[in-house]
């Protein structure tokens, strides 16, 4: 079975810090790694995904994440944030593309100035 | 292109009563999910349809929790009778039939059963 473990679940930063949130998973088989942001009020945006190729993914407003196998890890980092990233973030993974995410319980990112 | 949309986006109800959400993918996906996040836990998966049939519908609780997909385009959850512990945020997410599959989510719809 699969799951994923992020291990913070509150990160306070200042603007214009960096940040990095922390994801682990578990599986016995290849997965597709997934970061979503949730800001208040709204539903869950994709910011990036792995899927194969090169471990180290681009997604929107500034995020990467480095997918690292022999840690199974998959972090999001932002080298510096903004008021506007103050949300809810959370890391997903699925074994087959196209079936259920597992989530982990997500990390409240919270921008101050 | 619309998104996914939900309704109601709130809804507070007794326990015993019965509730029906509705998820309306966006024109086209094929495939309609949804998830459920019970205050301080992580969001669940409950089922997957793909067009108007069932794929995976391992994570639905109970039998107390339905879910339709009329002639494929939008899903109704209903929820009878419902319990305390159905309280929580429930999601809907569509994607298109072609790789990678991405899943676009709505903006849930909160449940609060008193």
């Known amino acids: 079975a699969q799951s994923v473990t992020q291990l913070d679940s509150q990160v306070p930063v200042f603007e214009e810090a960096p940040v990095e949130l922390r994801c682990n998973y578990s599986?016995?088989?290849?997965?597709?790694l997934f970061w979503y942001v949730q800001y208040p009020n709204q539903g869950l945006q994709l910011l990036l995904k792995y899927l194969s190729g090169s471990t180290l993914v681009k997604g929107i407003n500034g995020f990467e994440a480095e997918f690292n196998k022999s840690q199974t890890s998959f972090h999001l980092r932002k080298p510096s944030v903004h008021i506007s990233d103050t949300a809810e973030y959370f890391c997903a993974v699925n074994g087959q593309a196209g079936t259920a995410l597992i989530f982990g319980k997500g990390t409240t990112l919270s921008v101050s100035s | 292109e619309a998104g996914v949309t939900q309704f109601p986006s709130h809804s507070v109800i007794e326990k015993g009563q019965t509730v029906t959400l509705r998820c309306d993918p966006i024109s086209g996906h094929d495939n309609l999910y949804w998830y459920r996040r019970v205050m301080g836990k992580e969001i669940k998966f409950l089922l997957h349809f793909v067009k108007e049939s069932k794929q995976d519908e391992s994570g639905m609780p109970n039998n107390r929790f339905l879910a339709e997909r009329t002639g494929g385009t939008y899903s109704t959850l209903k929820v009878q009778p419902a319990e305390l512990e159905d309280s929580g945020v429930y999601f809907c997410a569509s994607s298109p039939a072609v790789f990678p599959y991405e899943q676009y989510f709505g903006p849930g719809t909160r449940l609060t059963v008193t």
């Open positions: 599986s016995s088989v290849s997965v597709y």
